[in-house]
T-cell receptor, first 113, second 113 residues
Framework: DGGITQSPKYLFRKEGQNVTLSCEQN?????MYWYRQDPGQGLRLIYY???????QKGDIAEGYSVSREKKESFPLTVTSAQKNPTAFYLC????????????FGPGTRLTVL | AQSVTQLGSHVSVSEGALVLLRCNYS??????LFWYVQYPNQGLQLLLKYTSAATLVKGINGFEAEFKKSETSFHLTKPSAHMSDAAEYFC???????????FGKGTKLSVIP
């Protein structure tokens, strides 16, 4: 079954700790994305990667970091510098050319206590 | 720059009634347009997309949307609402050749029995 997996579904961390969210896809997509969702805000782009070993900042990259060492994986680290980390985080992927339709994973809800 | 405006953060319809969710976009070049649906605590699922072919686009679950360039609109409709349609709906615009999808803030649809 092809798709995007995000783990864990729910994550709790203490303030001041870094935390890494996992995103894996087996769709053979070149491009991957991380979004943050807050109630009433829609989705905002944090980082995206067009190809392995390359990534670009989105609209709200401050306090976050990513890596893209493998085509299938695009982990997101929420650092202690992120002022309001509690949110729903969504990972997506796309083929990387043409219409470039994005397909989404199930999301991770991060709560910082 | 491109942007998306969804009119109405919350829409309520009776079961069996017409569903109309409004989306207006701005884009400096012909866009690709998308509607996604999100059920509580889940990721986004693609409903339909406009890619400059037919202006009337049919999607999953009986939904359709019409691209109207003169009105810069891409409203989502369904002739008869079902209880299972209760969810949040997001309109999004993608500039051709770009990786950055711009989302509206979402419209939460409630279906009254």
């Amino acid at each position: 079954d092809g798709g995007i997996t995000q783990s864990p579904k729910y994550l709790f961390r203490k303030e001041g700790q870094n935390v890494t969210l996992s995103c894996e896809q087996n769709l053979n997509h070149d491009a991957m994305y991380w979004y943050r969702q807050d109630p009433g805000q829609g989705l905002r782009l944090i980082y995206y990667s067009q190809i392995v070993n390359d990534f670009q900042k989105g609209d709200i990259a401050e306090g976050y970091s990513v890596s893209r060492e493998k085509k299938e994986s695009f982990p997101l680290t929420v650092t202690s510098a992120q002022k309001n980390p509690t949110a729903f985080y969504l990972c997506a992927s796309s083929i990387g050319q043409g219409v470039n339709t994005q397909y989404f994973g199930p999301g991770t809800r991060l709560t910082v206590l | 720059a491109q942007s998306v405006t969804q009119l109405g953060s919350h829409v309520s319809v009776s079961e069996g009634a017409l569903v109309l969710l409004r989306c207006n976009y701005s884009s400096s070049v012909p866009p690709y347009l998308f509607w996604y649906v999100q059920y509580p605590n889940q990721g986004l699922q693609l409903l339909l997309k406009y890619t400059s072919a037919a202006t009337l686009v049919k999607g999953i679950n009986g939904f359709e949307a019409e691209f109207k360039k003169s009105e810069t609109s891409f409203h989502l409709t369904k002739p008869s609402a079902h209880m299972s349609d209760a969810a949040e709906y997001f309109c999004a615009v993608l500039r051709a050749g770009s990786y950055q999808l711009t989302f509206g803030k979402g419209t939460k649809l409630s279906v009254i029995p």
